[in-house]
């Protein structure tokens, strides 16, 4: 069983570029959450996505918009980026059972580097 | 203030000693808590969940405290696998995390 894959592993953009990162969660679940974890720092909320919809949202511009599609895999878009968004994406999976239980499951990330 | 505040450490700790780490939320509606494990470059992954009774997974001991706001993890007898960094979180309703910053653990020989 597949756990959260998510690509591409490393990526290096320049200020100003528009980047797409992509995921797909473990298999059985239907809801994805994207978090950016700066050096240091834990994850912070991006946005959560179920049924092809965004649920809800953290403290991010409109800059950062996602997807999802309807076989549950996601994408988290970003514009215009900023020397301050190199970071690791994070992508998390869980299914309902997980929105009691806490666990999410996280994808290896994506360490994104903005020049 | 921060949502969820932690030591960042390190805690330098040798093999077999006992170890705590404390953390703090401001949003009292918060209802579930955790910690999770995040081993350097790698992704975060629950380490247990954490209730107003405390609970125990092995060597792992977490506690609540809601009338001071505030979380606890205690390792007993160390291992050198035990180095990581331990992430506070709670959930924010539809399973949103809201991570700390994170405390981090060297266990040496």
């Known amino acids: 069983d597949a756990g959260v894959t998510q690509s591409p592993t490393h990526l290096i953009k320049t200020r100003g570029q528009q980047v797409t990162l992509r995921c797909s969660p473990k298999?059985?679940?239907?809801?994805v959450s994207w978090y950016q974890q700066a050096l240091g720092q834990g994850p912070q909320f991006i946005f959560q996505?179920?049924?092809?919809?965004?649920?809800q949202r953290g403290n991010f511009p409109d800059r950062f918009s996602g997807h999802q599609f309807p076989n549950y895999s996601s994408e988290l878009n970003v514009n215009a980026l900023l020397l301050g968004d190199s970071a690791l994406y994070l992508c998390?999976?869980?299914?309902?059972?997980?929105?009691?239980?806490?666990?999410?499951?996280f994808g290896p990330g994506t360490r994104l580097t903005v020049l | 203030r921060k949502e969820v505040e932690q030591d960042p450490g390190p805690f330098n700790v040798p093999e077999g000693a006992t170890v705590a780490f404390n953390c703090t939320y401001s949003?009292?509606?918060?209802?579930?808590f955790f910690w999770y494990r995040q081993d350097c470059r790698k992704e975060p992954k629950l380490l247990m969940s954490?209730?107003?009774s405390g609970n125990e997974d092995g060597r792992f001991t977490a506690q609540l405290n809601r009338a001071s706001q505030y979380i606890s993890l205690l390792i007993r007898d160390s291992k050198l696998s035990d180095s990581a960094t331990y992430l506070c979180?709670?959930?924010?309703?539809?399973?949103?995390?809201?991570f700390g910053a994170g405390t981090r653990l060297a266990v040496h020989p």
């Open positions: 979180v709670w959930s924010g309703g539809y399973n949103k995390l809201i």
């Open positions: 949003n009292s509606a918060s209802q579930s």
């Open positions: 998390a999976s869980s299914s309902i059972a997980g929105v009691l239980s806490g666990e999410q499951f």
């Open positions: 996505y179920y049924e092809e919809e965004e649920r």
């Open positions: 298999s059985g679940h239907d809801t």
């Open positions: 954490v209730y107003s």
